[in-house]
Nanobody, 121 residues
Framework: QVQLVESGGGLVQAGGSLRLSCAAS????????MGWYRQTPGKERELVAD???????NYADSVKGRFTISRDNAKNTLYLQMNSLKPGDTAVYYC???????????????WGQGTQVTVSS
């Protein structure tokens, strides 16, 4: 019901910046929270940052002070501003949305296709 499409990944040098975008469409009003995850080969997908419908944010310790998650509700778009990038930030970044799927309050999950971020040294 919810489609998520990421963009903005690319190749940057250490210390540089990128801004990732995630455009949401479909049953958007059911989304209760959104976030960014990342994954490298051989590792589980890990939470980078998330934001609730009320605007509360949470960040992984490894990105605190460098990354900022935000939303533009009018454009149905989620952003991740990434500054002071490090080679360790290299990963595929995925947009995630938590959905309310029934009147009882059960939740489901939607994922984007991912966008590659590569940080060179």
């Amino acid at each position: 019901q919810v489609q998520l499409v990421e963009s903005g990944g690319g190749l940057v040098q250490a210390g540089g910046s990128l801004r990732l975008s995630c455009a949401a469409s479909g049953d958007i009003i059911c989304i209760s929270a959104m976030g960014w995850y990342r994954q490298t080969p051989g590792k589980e997908r890990e939470l980078v940052a998330d934001i609730t419908s009320l605007g509360s944010t949470n960040y992984a310790d490894s990105v605190k002070g460098r990354f900022t998650i935000s939303r533009d509700n009018a454009k149905n778009t989620l952003y991740l501003q990434m500054n002071s990038l490090k080679p360790g930030d290299t990963a595929v970044y995925y947009c995630h949305g938590e959905r309310i799927i029934n009147i009882e309050g059960a939740t489901g999950h939607s994922w984007g296709q991912g966008t590659q971020v590569t940080v060179s040294s």
